[in-house]
Nanobody, 122 residues
Framework: QVQLVETGGGLVQAGGSLRLSCAAS????????MAWFHQAPGKQRELVAS???????NYADSVQGRFTISRDNAKNIVSLQMNGLKPEDTAVYYC????????????????WGQGTQVTVSS
């Protein structure tokens, strides 16, 4: 099992910055892709950014150039630096990790954090 704990959400004015972090713990063999998703009220959960174990990144068009995802593989932490925040960024942000509990690929699972609220006021 893998536990993901997010920190860093809060209330910020438009144009401001926030940094989210997510720490993974538990019994796992490896963590593959880590990512941040967000879900606004009444909408589906959407990918914000992802990062592979090798450091390759992918961003939603809406955050490209404003958000930066990074990870510390030694500490199993993924972070999301959010700059130039807009009211439309308001959502619950979820940490996601694809991890294996043994070297067997069949143990690969998708894990989610509990979510952290980000509110951007205009």
């Amino acid at each position: 099992q893998v536990q993901l704990v997010e920190t860093g959400g809060g209330l910020v004015q438009a144009g401001g910055s926030l940094r989210l972090s997510c720490a993974a713990s538990g019994n796992f063999f490896s963590i593959n892709t880590m990512a941040w998703f967000h879900q606004a009220p009444g909408k589906q959960r959407e990918l914000v950014a992802s990062i592979s174990s090798g450091g390759s990144t992918n961003y939603a068009d809406s955050v490209q150039g404003r958000f930066t995802i990074s990870r510390d593989n030694a500490k199993n932490i993924v972070s999301l630096q959010m700059n130039g925040l807009k009211p439309e960024d308001t959502a619950v942000y979820y940490c996601n990790a694809v991890a294996q509990t043994t070297p067997n690929f069949s143990t690969r699972r998708n894990y989610w954090g509990q979510g952290t609220q980000v509110t951007v006021s205009s």
